[in-house]
């Protein structure tokens, strides 16, 4: 079976190994994760000196702060955001000529909102309250356009303009940038979120109820991923669907419905957001999208007010809230916030496969908080931790296969931790190897997670997941499970669960 | 390492990183690869145009899901790890690099460490080394000059062996001795063995992760 | 009847002649199995099938309010199974070639163009499944190259083999390839594994590069498309996906007259491809002979011109094409319109018309009716390369093929 073909990975082992890289392969690690490129010859050989000098700290200590300071930490620092909120425009990093964008696009506020973050290490809160933008336009004599007219139709600009400063001059097809700032009490400003590049990429639609922003929001700053599609096929769908090609013929009376009425008579026919399975995700995003109905051609001067809602272990979280600024800013004071933030930052810079205990994750969110929330600090103290500075060594093949298993049984948590109903599903992190602490234990979890899924008969008698659920467990999906069952279901360490 | 998870397209998983599928030790990404070469072949030395075949300078649809780019629709890299696509596009690369190395004027090639070429210089004018490169054997060099050639770019490429031995795939002796087999065997140029070297260098795991 | 008693026809002047003997062909000696290859062909932006596959034929014309309609009726093509809109003239010479599916319900309402294109290009609308092409390699084939792609591959994050056609077609290899020195023996990466990969084929790499340099010399535009067939012919790859994206079709405003005009240009392209294909030998038949090639788009445009002149996104009927050495020509299924005072959606559209469970005829009823989906083309045209529709997963299995679109 091709997927099960795994060759071994380089991988972190266990914290209690406690080599430390050399030097020269520790400055190495710094410059292509800082910096995206291998370290000069020049800087091995500096390096090389330093240690003769016995100043080997203070130079790595100087090389950690020059890198950060430099264009390309804030290249890949940007591209990395930019793929986190999944909004990485279509162009290069690099040009041939001058090493940077190919073709010039004008910058929007959301790209100079996150060059101001990562460029002069401002809160990362500021992705969520930032109440100043600056953009890029190029002067249209037909009225205001791009950013200018989103932002532009909050401050009233037809006539005058109402702005901070103008920062360059057009003139001859060259853009202007100028800078708007908000009131830091406006609740109607919020970050990224109230950027055209954030509305346009999540649009808004009659029947999508702003969900596809509230699940976007939720998935970046909450780390909390949900999934949408076309609903399965039901046969209530299906009823639908034909009522949709063979209408009661002919119906007099909708030609003559309001727009009102026919786009309620549509809502209602959105499965989507009546499933059952659906709700777990919309009692969520349901209230969040109600703040969030915005154009990505011009911002509104109406609060529209919604509530951040969730779940989480051991309480719920719901939190009115008057208009989007509001819900970004509690979205910033909220634990999850800031776990998320920090492993998004421990993916980046050290390995979302390294493992941490919960004191070693307090700790990080410690520095993360002590920094500021600011990036340089926090990605500075990555990067000299004991975690980074471990030499790569080979997983086992059980390690690979119990990772890659709880990567498919993750689907599975996905969607029941939300859920109400099945208390013990709930709870049950299927992730979180080994399955109790007892052979007995793990072998009854074993047994109900195989007979569930099928995990035998490829799912032809499965009862998990649900037959109309939007996931179903590819071919390759089932082979690695009975192969890592028929391993002995090995937890991380490779150790068998059940003999 | 294969990721089996299967999201769905409109929300996706969050698991992508700006590289290929991400774990503690993560390939450099699809514009890191590119910047990466450029710097090292050429340095602060601007870019000569129409010379380095495009694919080799910007992302663009012909390479992107060769190198892997991380799409934006799914957050997730289109290939989770360097497959034969990506050795191929390497080797259009370094050998585009290489192909401009010899046409340029850089006497001083960076490829060539100061003691081989002190050593060159003894019998051959240095305006002449490029065309020496171009015509002299391999297996005409002296051992030690041979040994240099390996060496040099080894540590240029990977700095010191234990930088290399670190990551567990190969001892570094073992790895520039299986090269040194493999050029003696052959009846190349200087210049073709250099272009095998760095062909092999710069496709290892060693100089593409951290 | 098979598909080379049949060629046409009525339109392009040439009657009787198989594919194969309707261009000279280039020979090479094929590393491949004597197997199917498979290419998807993406029509992106949403087709008006009523300048296409299922045209307005009728006498009588609707209400322009309803229905705009910009040909004649002695504009349409005239095939052995009826008639088709002007945009497919390019593909005279394949008409009586091709399976036209018509009425593929993709969603009851407008959901914009990602969804009903990854379901058009996949079968699965919940993004279960990574494009058809690199699915298949990824599950059944598994060659070398895997998949040879023109697009953007969707990927619902399987490792999948894909190769650029571009890229493929300016392979330089040369004589690095004897250079590559693979050296672990026991540990090794996902890097070494590739490398020896392409070790191990590289007696097909060199012979498709043999046929790249001789496509290049005959003709020094050769490019993707050739690609494709050197990949296929020298046992690199078995499946490929055709993406026509320099075609705009989204014609929200202005879309009579420009829609026709581009879309007859993606036809043409379709032809083209259609065209090398037969003139490609293999093993004594052509390469086309050998293909079954499936053509889709996200969905169809809407009956009625808007206030800008234009055809929104209609997905509540759409068509497909197929072609192959199993499938069956001609045309099934139908799109019917639900004017504007009948419809709930405050506008008119083409609606899928449900076929017949038995018979797969066109029926306005439900009761033993059947709604033909994505799900339904992509099973048939498994169905047509010999493969059941579980290959594509538990989920997939059993999903209802098309027979009468199968010889």
């Given at each position: 079976m091709r997927a099960l073909l795994i060759f071994s990975i380089f991988i972190f082992a266990q914290l209690s190994y406690a080599q430390t890289i050399s030097n020269q392969a520790y400055?190495?690690?710094?410059?292509?994760?800082?910096?995206?490129?291998?370290?000069?010859?020049?800087?091995?050989?500096?390096?090389?000196?330093?240690?003769?000098?016995?100043?080997?700290?203070?130079?790595?200590?100087?090389?950690?702060?020059?890198?950060?300071?430099?264009?390309?930490?804030q290249i890949k620092m940007k591209t990395l955001v930019d793929e986190h909120f999944r909004l990485r425009a279509n162009q290069n990093p690099f040009n041939v000529s001058q090493g940077y964008d190919n073709s010039y696009t004008l910058k929007t506020a959301y790209d100079f909102l996150v060059e101001n973050i990562i460029g002069e290490n401002k809160s990362w809160d500021n992705f969520l309250v930032a109440k100043k933008y600056t953009y890029e336009f190029f002067k249209n004599p037909n009225g205001l356009d791009g950013d200018q007219a989103f932002y532009g139709t909050l401050l009233n600009w037809q006539a005058s303009y109402d702005l901070v400063s103008e920062l360059n001059g057009g003139g001859s097809g060259r853009p202007i940038s100028e800078t708007v700032e908000f009131d830091p009490q406006d609740m109607r400003i919020a970050g990224v979120i109230t950027t055209s590049r954030f509305l346009d990429r999540y649009q808004n639609t009659a029947l999508n109820k702003n969900r596809r922003r509230a699940a976007a929001i939720f998935r970046s700053f909450l780390c909390d991923d949900m999934v949408a599609a076309i609903p399965a096929k039901t046969n209530d769908s299906e009823n639908k669907d034909f009522d949709t090609l063979l209408p009661a013929a002919p119906n007099a009376q909708a030609g003559g419905k309001s727009e009102d009425q026919l786009r309620r008579e549509l809502r209602k026919s959105d499965p989507h957001g009546t499933l059952p399975g659906c709700m777990a995700c919309h009692s969520k995003l349901d209230p969040m999208g109600r703040t969030l109905g915005l154009s990505p051609f011009g911002l509104s001067d109406q609060l529209s007010a919604g509530a951040l809602v969730y779940k989480t272990s051991g309480h719920s979280v719901n939190i009115p809230v008057r208009g989007v600024g509001e819900l970004a800013e509690k979205i910033t004071q909220q634990k999850e916030y800031?776990?998320?933030?920090?492993?998004?930052?421990?993916?980046?810079?050290?390995?979302?496969?390294?493992?941490?205990?919960e004191v070693r994750h307090n700790e990080l969110v410690a520095a993360f908080e002590k920094g500021g929330r600011r990036p340089w600090d926090f990605v500075a103290y990555l990067v000299q931790t004991s975690e980074f500075k471990k030499p790569p060594v080979l997983l086992t093949e059980s390690q690979i296969l119990a990772r890659n298993a709880a990567k498919i049984l993750k689907r599975c948590y996905d969607c029941h931790k939300d859920q109400y109903e099945n208390l013990e599903m709930q709870e049950w992190d299927l992730t979180d190897l080994p399955y109790g602490t007892t052979p007995q234990a793990r072998a009854y979890a074993i047994n109900q997670l195989s007979s569930a899924l099928d995990i035998k008969g490829n799912g032809a008698k499965k009862y998990m997941p649900p037959k109309d659920s939007l996931w179903q467990l590819s071919t390759d999906q089932y082979d690695t499970l009975k192969k890592w069952i028929q391993e002995g279901a090995p937890d991380y360490s490779g150790q068998r669960q059940i003999p | 390492m294969r990721t089996l998870i299967v999201f769905l397209i409109l929300f996706q998983g969050s698991l992508g990183l700006a590289s290929f599928d991400s774990n503690a030790r993560r390939y450099m990404s699809y514009y890191e690869v590119i910047a990466s070469l450029r710097e090292f072949f050429l340095g602060s030395t601007s870019l000569p145009t129409g010379v380095i075949s495009s694919t080799c300078l910007v992302v663009d649809a012909d390479n992107k899901a060769?190198?892997?780019?991380?799409?934006?629709?799914?957050?997730?890299?289109?290939?989770?790890?360097?497959?034969?696509?990506?050795?191929?596009?390497?080797?259009?690369?370094?050998?585009?690099?290489?192909?401009?190395?010899?046409?340029?004027?850089?006497?001083?090639?960076?490829?060539?460490?100061?003691?081989?070429?002190?050593?060159?210089?003894?019998?051959?004018?240095?305006?002449?080394?490029?065309?020496?490169?171009?015509?002299?054997?391999?297996?005409?060099?002296?051992?030690?000059?041979?040994?240099?050639?390996?060496?040099?770019?080894?540590?240029?490429?990977?700095?010191?062996?234990?930088?290399?031995?670190?990551?567990?795939?190969?001892?570094?002796?073992?790895?520039?001795?299986?090269?040194r087999n493999h050029l003696d065997a052959q009846k190349y140029t200087v210049f073709k063995a250099l272009s095998v070297i760095m062909l092999n260098y710069l496709n290892r795991d060693e100089f593409l992760s951290y | 009847m098979n598909r080379r008693d049949f060629l046409t026809g009525m339109s392009a002047g040439v009657s009787f002649l198989t594919l194969s003997s309707l261009f000279p062909r280039l020979a090479f000696a094929a590393n491949g199995m004597d197997e199917n290859f498979f290419v998807l062909i993406y029509i992106p932006a949403g087709w008006d099938t009523s300048l296409s596959m299922s045209p307005w034929v009728s006498e009588t014309r609707p209400q322009e309010s309803d229905y705009f309609i910009e040909y004649r009726k002695d504009e349409l093509i005239k095939t052995s199974y009826g008639l088709v809109g002007p945009a497919l003239a390019p593909l005279a010479r394949y008409l009586e070639n091709i399976r036209i599916i018509n009425g593929v319900f993709m969603n009851a309402t407008e959901v914009g163009h990602t969804s009903p294109s990854v379901y058009a290009m996949t079968g699965s609308g919940q993004g279960g499944l990574s494009t058809l092409s690199a699915e298949l390699d990824y599950n059944v084939m598994k060659m070398p190259f895997g998949t040879i792609t023109s697009g953007q591959i969707i990927n619902n994050g399987k490792a999948l083999n894909v190769m650029s056609?571009?890229?493929?077609?300016?392979?330089?290899?040369?004589?690095?390839?004897?250079?590559?020195?693979?050296?672990?023996?026991?540990?090794?990466?996902?890097?070494?594994?590739?490398?020896?990969?392409?070790?191990?084929?590289?007696?097909?790499?060199?012979?498709?590069?043999?046929?790249?340099?001789?496509?290049?010399?005959?003709?020094?535009?050769?490019?993707?498309?050739?690609?494709?067939?050197?990949?296929?012919?020298?046992?690199?790859?078995?499946?490929?996906?055709?993406?026509?994206?320099?075609?705009?079709?989204?014609?929200?405003?202005?879309?009579?007259?420009?829609?026709?005009?581009?879309?007859?240009?993606?036809?043409?392209?379709?032809?083209?491809?259609?065209?090398?294909?037969?003139?490609?030998?293999?093993?004594?038949?052509?390469?086309?002979?050998?293909?079954?090639?499936?053509?889709?788009?996200?969905?169809?445009?809407?009956?009625?011109?808007?206030?800008?002149?234009?055809?929104?996104?209609?997905?509540?009927?759409?068509?497909?094409?197929?072609?192959?050495?199993?499938?069956?020509?001609?045309?099934?299924?139908?799109?019917?319109?639900?004017?504007?005072?009948?419809?709930?959606?405050?506008?008119?559209?083409?609606?899928?018309?449900?076929?017949?469970?038995?018979?797969?005829?066109?029926?306005?009823?439900?009761?033993?009716?059947?709604?033909?989906?994505?799900?339904?083309?992509?099973?048939?045209?498994?169905?047509?390369?010999?493969?059941?529709?579980?290959?594509?997963?538990?989920?997939?299995?059993?999903?209802?093929?098309?027979?009468?679109?199968?010889?």
């Open positions: 400055l190495g690690k710094l410059s292509k994760s800082l910096r995206g490129i291998p370290i000069s010859f020049q800087e091995r050989q500096e390096l090389a000196q330093a240690e003769i000098t016995n100043s080997v700290d203070i130079y790595i200590d100087q090389k950690i702060h020059e890198y950060m300071k430099g264009g390309l930490f800031l776990d998320c933030q920090v492993n998004l930052f421990w993916k980046w810079y050290v390995g979302q496969d390294v493992p941490k205990t | 060769d190198l892997g780019y991380n799409s934006p629709a799914t957050g997730e890299p289109i290939t989770a790890a360097p497959n034969s696509n990506y050795i191929r596009w390497m080797s259009t690369c370094v050998g585009s690099y290489m192909s401009y190395l010899k046409m340029s004027s850089i006497k001083d090639s960076r490829l060539l460490s100061e003691t081989t070429k002190k050593e060159l210089f003894k019998t051959i004018d240095p305006n002449a080394l490029l065309v020496w490169l171009d015509i002299t054997e391999y297996n005409s060099l002296p051992e030690s000059v041979k040994n240099d050639l390996v060496e040099f770019t080894f540590n240029l490429v990977f700095g010191p062996d234990d930088v290399f031995n670190q990551f567990g795939l190969m001892d570094a002796k073992l790895y520039r001795a299986k090269i | 056609a571009d890229s493929l077609a300016r392979l330089e290899i040369g004589s690095l390839m004897d250079d590559l020195i693979v050296s672990e023996s026991q540990k090794s990466t996902e890097l070494t594994r590739s490398k020896v990969n392409l070790l191990r084929y590289q007696d097909r790499i060199r012979n498709f590069k043999k046929m790249m340099d001789a496509f290049k010399g005959k003709n020094p535009q050769a490019g993707s498309d050739e690609a494709i067939m050197g990949a296929f012919v020298s046992g690199l790859s078995k499946t490929a996906f055709v993406n026509m994206f320099s075609y705009e079709l989204d014609t929200h405003s202005s879309h009579p007259g420009t829609h026709l005009k581009t879309l007859s240009e993606a036809f043409q392209k379709v032809a083209n491809l259609f065209d090398k294909f037969a003139s490609m030998d293999y093993k004594g038949t052509s390469l086309l002979d050998k293909t079954t090639f499936m053509i889709v788009s996200e969905f169809t445009r809407t009956p009625a011109l808007n206030t800008s002149r234009g055809k929104d996104h209609n997905p509540q009927g759409n068509s497909a094409i197929l072609m192959g050495p199993k499938i069956k020509p001609g045309m099934m299924g139908d799109l019917h319109l639900v004017d504007r005072a009948t419809s709930l959606l405050g506008a008119p559209y083409l609606a899928a018309t449900p076929i017949d469970k038995i018979t797969e005829q066109p029926v306005m009823r439900r009761q033993d009716a059947l709604i033909i989906r994505p799900e339904n083309v992509v099973a048939t045209a498994l169905a047509a390369i010999d493969l059941n529709a579980d290959v594509l997963g538990a989920s997939f299995a059993g999903t209802r093929v098309l027979k009468t679109a199968l010889k």
